[in-house]
């Protein structure tokens, strides 16, 4: 079992910056790709960023593409979401999840992390 534990999310202003974390732990020799999802209020959860441990491949949503970067460090077992020039839009519950193969579609992701909120005020 793999088990992902987020942190970083907090109340900021529109235009500022926020770095999510995402530690895993467990069997973490299945995960093959990590992933970034949210859900904003009354809305579905959608995509975000994905990234492979092992080539470092990304995939990015359009609506954050140039403002968010994904990144891994395979020693800490953590992969950061690096959120730049936010809007209020991106106001969401932000999850990360595990996937064994490479993916960006949620229903690939077996383990998920409880959540962080991300709040941008206008």
């Known amino acids: 079992q793999v088990r992902l534990v987020e942190s970083g999310g907090g109340l900021v202003q529109a235009g500022e910056s926020l770095r999510l974390s995402c530690v895993v732990s467990?069997?973490?020799?299945?995960?093959?790709?990590v992933g970034w999802f949210r859900r904003a209020p009354g809305k579905e959860r959608g995509f975000v960023a994905a990234i492979t441990w092992t080539d470092s491949r990304t995939s990015y949503s359009d609506s954050v593409k140039e403002r968010f970067t994904i990144s891994r460090d395979n020693a800490e077992n953590t992969v950061y979401l690096q959120m730049n020039s936010l809007k209020p839009e991106d106001t969401a519950v932000y999850y990360c999840?595990?996937?064994?193969?490479?993916?960006?579609?949620?229903?690939?992701?077996?383990?998920w992390g409880q959540g962080t909120q991300v709040i941008v005020s206008s």
């Open positions: 467990g069997r973490t020799g299945s995960s093959k790709t």
């Open positions: 999840a595990s996937s064994t193969i490479w993916s960006a579609h949620s229903v690939h992701f077996g383990s």
